[in-house]
């Protein structure tokens, strides 16, 4: 099964200050780029600035051959994260917030939600400034699935959870039971499916009936950035493939699974996929 999916919203570089490197990244471009490294036709939609950083997210998006056709161009700083590894832990120390994004957030034309139309899934995330379009790609008939990060307003997932297939949130600061708390919260709030992720503890499942379980083996880690795109990447390429509109159990551990083998690979590089460079500011 030929699977298309696109990824909107967020590109960064991750700067990386131990080593005065800096990496691609971002939520919504690691979406695209790793499932483009997976074999499958993708896209990334966003907004690039003019400088250095941008430029070098761009050749690499070229290099692998994900489609940018519909990105926006603007003057300005290109968004970037400044990263610090604790024993191959990245921590975030400062960002711009994906300044040209911030600056011009996504506003979705008619010809842009016909070329949605022909992937097969959307992903956005909380970084994305992509709240106000996400009921226009839901009706253009595509999966969606997005990643709250470990953030989030009531107010927020009121606004962003109708639209949601697949909701993805971080719960590794989290006790198991504020987990389960969180999972239903998102779950009432209108997302359909819901996968909480707790780092190498283990993975939650929710779609109104049952909780799944899932335990990810335990890697020593070279760097964890991108292991969580990774790992939903993965998840959501494997439900795509699939083709159960209701995924059931062997569904779900097979997705999980396939998420995880996605982030242990990421686990073992640093960047969230390479193409490193090095910058000064």
Same mark, same amino acid.
Request: with cysteine; aromatic share 12%; net charge negative.
């Given at each position: 099964?030929?699977?298309?999916?696109i990824?909107?919203?967020?590109?960064?570089?991750d700067?990386?200050?131990?080593?005065?490197?800096?990496?691609?990244?971002?939520?919504?471009?690691? =979406?695209?780029?790793?499932?483009?490294?997976?074999?499958?036709?993708s896209?990334?939609? !966003? $907004?690039?600035?003019? #400088? &250095?950083?941008?430029?070098?997210?761009?050749?690499?998006?070229?290099?692998?051959?994900?489609?940018?056709?519909r990105?926006?161009?603007?003057?300005?700083?290109?968004?970037?994260?400044?990263i610090?590894?604790v024993?191959?832990?990245r921590?975030?120390?400062?960002?711009?917030?994906?300044?040209?994004?911030?600056?011009?957030?996504?506003?979705?034309?008619?010809?842009?939600?016909?070329?949605?139309?022909?992937?097969d899934a959307v992903?956005?995330?909380?970084?994305g400034?992509?709240?106000?379009?996400?009921?226009?790609?839901?009706?253009?008939?595509v999966?969606?699935?997005?990643?709250?990060?470990?953030?989030?307003?009531?107010?927020? =997932?009121?606004?962003?959870?109708?639209w949601?297939?697949?909701?993805?949130?971080?719960? !590794? $600061?989290l006790?198991v #039971? &504020?987990t389960?708390?969180?999972?239903h919260?998102?779950?009432?709030?209108?997302?359909?499916?819901v996968?909480?992720t707790?780092?190498?503890?283990?993975?939650?499942y929710?779609d109104?009936?049952a909780?799944t379980?899932?335990?990810?083996?335990?890697?020593?880690?070279?760097?964890t950035?991108?292991?969580?795109d990774?790992?939903?990447?993965g998840f959501m390429?494997?439900?795509?493939?699939?083709?159960?509109a209701?995924?059931?159990?062997?569904?779900?551990?097979?997705?999980?699974?396939?998420?995880?083998?996605?982030?242990?690979?990421?686990?073992?590089?640093?960047?969230a996929?390479?193409?490193?460079?090095?910058?000064?500011?």
């Amino acid at each position: 099964m030929n699977i298309k999916v696109i990824g909107i919203g967020d590109n960064v570089v991750d700067k990386y200050l131990h080593s005065g490197v800096m990496y691609p990244g971002g939520n919504a471009l690691n =979406f695209a780029v790793y499932a483009r490294l997976a074999g499958c036709e993708s896209a990334f939609l !966003g $907004a690039f600035g003019n #400088d &250095e950083s941008a430029r070098h997210v761009q050749d690499a998006l070229r290099e692998l051959k994900v489609d940018t056709q519909r990105c926006r161009h603007y003057e300005g700083e290109n968004g970037y994260a400044c990263i610090r590894l604790v024993d191959g832990d990245r921590e975030f120390v400062t960002s711009n917030k994906n300044r040209v994004l911030r600056e011009h957030p996504l506003q979705l034309s008619e010809d842009d939600l016909n070329y949605i139309s022909r992937f097969d899934a959307v992903h956005s995330s909380i970084n994305g400034f992509l709240e106000s379009e996400l009921e226009k790609i839901k009706q253009r008939n595509v999966t969606l699935s997005f990643d709250f990060s470990g953030r989030g307003t009531e107010a927020y =997932f009121k606004q962003v959870c109708p639209w949601v297939d697949y909701g993805f949130i971080s719960c !590794g $600061a989290l006790s198991v #039971d &504020e987990t389960l708390n969180k999972i239903h919260q998102l779950y009432d709030y209108g997302c359909k499916r819901v996968i909480a992720t707790r780092g190498h503890e283990k993975v939650y499942y929710y779609d109104g009936v049952a909780i799944t379980e899932w335990q990810p083996v335990y890697i020593t880690p070279v760097d964890t950035l991108g292991a969580g795109d990774a790992f939903l990447t993965g998840f959501m390429l494997a439900i795509l493939t699939g083709g159960n509109a209701q995924p059931e159990h062997d569904d779900i551990i097979r997705a999980m699974t396939a998420g995880g083998k996605a982030a242990s690979q990421v686990l073992h590089h640093y960047g969230a996929f390479g193409f490193g460079k090095s910058y000064s500011d």
